[in-house]
C-alpha cells in the first residue's frame, strides 16, 4: 500500500512545466486507465469485506452505509459499488477484463447489470456465452455504443420486460412552458424515445443553417420549432377550438401600423408581451394571423378573417411567377415563403401581382426594418 502512495505522490510532485506535453498526454491518459484498474481492486476488496461483515465493527448497518461514510460518497454511490462488487464475484471474464485494464467502470457497471438481469432468464452456458460476448463488445465500444448493444440483448432476452421499462419511461413524459419576467417563456420537458425521435426528425429539416447563419445552432433549433408551429397553423387541419380554428390573434391600433408617433404597442393573443409596430407590419403584411384593428379608442374597425389576407387566386400567381424566395441568391422554396408588400397595405399598397412578392421567413424579417438589426446580430 506503500509503494502505491508514494507513486501517487510523486506524480503528484512531478513539474509538468518540464515536461513535453505529448507525453503529459500519454501521462494522462495512462493514469485514467490505471485508476480504473484501481477501481477493480478496490471493488475485489469491497466484495470481501460486505461478505466478512467486518463493516459492523463500527456500528453500520449495512456493507453500503460503512462506505457512504468512510468512502466519502453519496448512498446512491456506495450501494452502486456495493451492487457491483457483488455481482463481479460470478462475473469472472467481466472482473478479468476490468482487472487488466481493458474495460472502464462504466463498462463494468452496464455489464453487470444486464447479466444479473437476465441471469434467471438463460441456461447457465448460455449466460456465460453472453458474458463472453458483452465483454467482447465492451472492450472494442465506448460505453454509449455498449449501452445500445446491452439494450438489445435485453430485448433477446425479456422483450414483456423491455416493453414494461419502455413504458415506465413513457409515463415521465412532460412538456412545460412557463412565463419568466420580460414576456419570454421557457420550455422545459422530458419525452421518450419514439417521442424525441419524432420531434427532432420534424425540426431537423428546419433546423438547417442558411448560407452565412449567425444563428448558434440553438436559435436555429427554436426557429424551427416555431415555424413547425406557423406550419400547422397554416395548413388550417388544426382540430376546432372555440368553433375556430387555431390562428394567431394580432390585436394592433391603426395608428400604430401607421407608424404614427407616440402609437401604443399591439399585442398577440396567447402572450402577454405587447409587440412592436413593425413587427404588427410584418405579421399583418401576409397575414395568416387574424387581426383585429382598432382606433384610439380600441373599438375595432378591421377584423380580418382567420384567412391569408392574399387571396388564393393571387398566391397562386405569384407563385407560379416567384417560384421561390424573391431575395437575391435565396431559393427557398414557396411553402416557405409569405407573401410580402413591397408597399404596405396600410400605406396604399394594393394586394396585387404588381405590389405582392414571395419572402421566405428570414427574408420577411429583414425587409421589415427594426428586426434586421435583431437577425443580423448572431451568437
Ligand atoms: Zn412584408
Ligand atoms: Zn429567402
Known sequence: MGSLQSAIDELAAEDLTRVPVVRIADDALDQFRESERLQAQALRRLAVVDEAGVWADDGSLSSKAWLRRHGRMTAGAASERVRIARRLGDQPRTRGAFEAGDIGYEHVRQVTRVLADSRERLEPEKWDEAEAMLVDVARDHDPGSLRQVCEHFRHVV????????????????????????????????????????????????????????????????????????????????????????????????????????????????????????????????????????????????????????????????????????TAPGCDRPPEWCDGHHDIHWIDGGETSTANVRLLCRHHHHLEHPELKDEWARGP
Open 158 to 325: 425479456d422483450a414483456d420486460g423491455f416493453q414494461q421499462s419502455e413504458a415506465e419511461r413513457y409515463d415521465r413524459r412532460r412538456f412545460d412552458m412557463s412565463p419568466i419576467l420580460d414576456g419570454m417563456e421557457t420550455i422545459d420537458g422530458l419525452l421518450d424515445a419514439e417521442g424525441s425521435a419524432m420531434v427532432k426528425s420534424a425540426l431537423d429539416p428546419l433546423a438547417k443553417p442558411r448560407p452565412n447563419d449567425t444563428r448558434t445552432p440553438s436559435q436555429r433549433r427554436a426557429d424551427a420549432l416555431v415555424e413547425l408551429a406557423r406550419r400547422a397553423l397554416d395548413r388550417g387541419d388544426l382540430p376546432m377550438s372555440g368553433g375556430e380554428r387555431p390562428h394567431l390573434n394580432l390585436t394592433v391600433d391603426l395608428v400604430t401600423l401607421e407608424r404614427r408617433a407616440g402609437a401604443p404597442a399591439a399585442e398577440l393573443g396567447r402572450s402577454d408581451q405587447p409587440i412592436s409596430g413593425e413587427t404588427a407590419r410584418r405579421l399583418a403584411c401576409d397575414a395568416r394571423v387574424s387581426r383585429i384593428i382598432t382606433d384610439g379608442a380600441s373599438q375595432p374597425i378591421d377584423v380580418g378573417r382567420a384567412t391569408r389576407s392574399i387571396p388564393p387566386a393571387l398566391r397562386r400567381a405569384i407563385t407560379a411567377r416567384d417560384k421561390h424566395c
